[in-house]
């Protein structure tokens, strides 16, 4: 779950990175939508029967980094921002969690007995 809540802090930060670095217009429009996709993802994948729900944030985090050179950014800064940004939300969305309990069991549940 730390992973998550790293990613979640992430996503807030990317909200509010463009009035504390001083984006362009561009980039600032990204992040206000980027951010909150990210954090929205991060915190329902704190529970353990959502916690694949992670994985939605790859997409995202690979976009972070490609986002820079597709909308031609014109400072340094939120080019680096979205990259490290990026980056740390892919490696932080494949670090799996524990997970202690099982939940459901789709179609596979219909074919096991119930004394297990």
Same mark, same amino acid.
């Given at each position: 779950?730390? !992973?998550?809540? $790293?990613?979640? $802090?992430?996503?807030? +930060? $990317?909200?509010?990175?463009?009035?504390?670095?001083?984006?362009? #217009?561009?980039?600032?429009?990204?992040?206000?939508? !980027?951010?909150?996709?990210?954090?929205?993802?991060?915190?329902?994948? +704190?529970?353990?029967?959502?916690?694949?729900?992670?994985?939605?944030?790859?997409?995202?985090? =690979? +976009?972070?980094?490609?986002?820079?050179?597709?909308?031609?950014?014109?400072?340094? !800064?939120?080019?680096?921002?979205?990259?490290?940004?990026? =980056?740390?939300?892919?490696? $932080?969305?494949?670090?799996?969690? #524990?997970?202690?309990?099982?939940?459901?069991?789709?179609?596979?549940?219909?074919? #096991?007995? #119930?004394?297990?």
């Amino acid at each position: 779950m730390w !992973a998550q809540v $790293l990613n979640a $802090l992430l996503g807030i +930060w $990317l909200m509010a990175s463009p009035a504390i670095i001083g984006s362009e #217009k561009i980039a600032t429009d990204n992040a206000h939508i !980027a951010g909150p996709i990210i954090a929205s993802f991060a915190v329902i994948s +704190w529970w353990e029967a959502t916690r694949s729900v992670r994985l939605y944030n790859l997409p995202v985090g =690979a +976009w972070l980094l490609l986002a820079p050179w597709v909308l031609q950014y014109q400072h340094t !800064a939120p080019l680096v921002n979205d990259m490290v940004v990026g =980056a740390l939300v892919i490696g $932080l969305s494949l670090v799996k969690g #524990k997970i202690t309990d099982q939940y459901g069991g789709g179609w596979s549940a219909i074919w #096991k007995s #119930k004394e297990q």
